[in-house]
Nanobody
Framework: VQLQASGGGLVQAGGSLRLSCAVSGIPLSRAHVAWHRQAPGKARELVAR???????NYAETVKGRFTISRDSAKNTVYLQITNLNADDTATYFC???????????WGQGTQVTVSS
């Protein structure tokens, strides 16, 4: 199983960004996929998750601005971020947990930097 995160970059405050996590080796119908982020000097935090059945949940700090979705045909999970602010500056990672196994997989991070 491999996860490839992409879509990060330098964005002005108030702007939007869409991150992608291409998953190979396991269908999204059999995996719970989450986005996490880690800012410098801070612990990694889970920001959004989409379950194998399609349900989603979000960290309270990002509700209303982050939207997680998936394209099963492309086996890709997206994270749409709107109204970016400085607190969103972090490395964003995607992670998959097998829905029926204890396996967990991580992709490499993609950097999001918000300029004011």
């Amino acid at each position: 199983v491999q996860l490839q995160a992409s879509g990060g970059g330098l964005v002005q405050a108030g702007g939007s960004l869409r991150l992608s996590c291409a998953v190979s080796g396991i269908p999204l119908s059999r995996a719970h996929v989450a986005w996490h982020r880690q800012a410098p000097g801070k612990a990694r935090e889970l920001v959004a998750r989409i379950f194998s059945g399609g349900d989603t949940n979000y960290a309270e700090t990002v509700k209303g601005r982050f939207t997680i979705s998936r394209d099963s045909a492309k086996n890709t999970v997206y994270l749409q971020i709107t109204n970016l602010n400085a607190d969103d500056t972090a490395t964003y990672f995607c992670n998959a947990n097998g829905a029926y196994t204890l396996s967990t997989y991580w992709g490499q991070g993609t950097q999001v930097t918000v300029s004011s």
